[in-house]
């Protein structure tokens, strides 16, 4: 399988590359999307030395800046006819404060959701060169809503939101293009949003104020957590499962509990049709190029 993963450099992108790389009697190839190139060598160097598999390789794109999103795009069309898998998985957690990109939108808005809806689009092609049936794993969590009146968050902002905010946007997401996929005829297409049901052991401990950190190291010896590696393990089956088990959870919302995958009943707000278009739209919108908004078009006219 060839999976790209965003945002792969730490935390949960970290455990899934790290799991995949290293399974044994299989080949994977791992392409991790990542904001900083000393940090993506030093993770695949440090993934490499407890792997005899060295098929890694970073494509740089930081996914606050659109202009990076289009960059990246064009790298990986140009170098890979096909991906089997992508782990839409990057994402910022904790922020002191509101941080507005280049391109105007909210950190967590952007970074979280809209440039890797604008990836997303852009790259089914090659999921649809797939042998394997090219899947789309989300990771997402329960919960959250979208501001329409103030999507950017300019009015009231905290951290808290901007995540929730841009996991409906992920899921009413997915959701959407499972259904444009099913009309689309002889598609192998699945799109999974996945739930991790115990927090992880990531990143995010490096950013939190200190008293969030002190609860989050108590909380660890009464096996709140799980390591990143342990993430890797429970996911790497929806990055290798055949393409007829991955077709039957195109669509869901699952989680992992007492060692299976379960679905998780869906919010009516984000199955709502009407929502998903608006914020199709609106998403469409804000990226502002043309080649997302075509290939968005077309994908509408195969599935009517
Ligand atoms: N941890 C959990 O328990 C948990 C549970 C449910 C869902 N999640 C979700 O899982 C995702 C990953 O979280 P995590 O806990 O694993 O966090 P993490 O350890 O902080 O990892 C976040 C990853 O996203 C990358 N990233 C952040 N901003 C970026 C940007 N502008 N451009 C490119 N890459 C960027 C980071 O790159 P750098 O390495 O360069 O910082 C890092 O690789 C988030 O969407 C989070 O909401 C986490």
């Known amino acids: ?28 190839e ?44 064009n790298e990986i069309q140009s170098k890979h006819k096909f991906l089997d898998c992508i782990f839409i998985n990057a994402g910022l957690g904790y922020a002191a404060k ?15 959701y809209l440039s890797q809806f604008m990836l997303t689009l852009n790259l089914l092609n090659l999921l649809e060169n797939s042998e394997n049936g090219g899947r789309i794993i989300f990771n997402v969590t329960k919960g959250g809503k979208i501001l329409w009146d103030d999507m950017q968050m300019k009015n009231v902002w905290s951290y808290e939101s901007g995540i ?51 609860m989050a190291t108590i909380m660890k010896y009464f096996g709140t957590f799980i390591s990143i590696e342990k993430c890797g393990v429970i996911m790497s089956p929806l990055f290798t499962e055949k393409q007829e088990e991955s077709l039957k959870k195109s669509g869901e919302f699952i989680t992992w509990k007492k060692n299976e995958f379960i679905e998780i009943k869906e919010d009516e707000i984000i199955l709502n049709q009407e ?27 195969y599935a009517k």
């Open 1 to 28: 399988m060839k999976i790209l993963v965003t945002g792969g450099t730490n935390g949960m992108g970290k455990g899934v590359a790290k799991v995949l790389a290293g399974i044994d009697n299989q080949i994977h």
């Open 30 to 73: 791992v392409i991790l999307l990542c904001r900083s190139k000393e940090l993506g060598e030093s993770t695949i160097k440090e993934i490499e030395n407890s792997t005899m598999k060295k098929k890694m390789s970073i494509i740089l794109c930081d996914l606050a800046k659109l202009s990076d999103v289009r960059n990246a795009i």
């Open 98 to 112: 509101r941080v507005e990109t280049e391109d105007g939108m909210d950190s967590h808005f952007q970074v979280n």
């Open 164 to 214: 929730h905010q841009a996991m409906v946007a992920k899921r009413m997401f997915f959701v959407k293009l499972h259904d444009l996929y099913r009309d689309v005829k002889g598609s192998k297409l699945s799109f999974i949003g996945f739930e991790i049901s115990k927090t992880v052991w990531s990143n995010q401990i490096n950013i939190i104020p200190v008293f969030m950190k002190i």
């Open 275 to 301: 929502m998903q278009d608006r914020l199709w739209n609106a998403s469409l919108q804000l990226c502002k190029d043309e080649k997302t908004t075509q290939i968005a078009e077309n994908l509408y006219n």
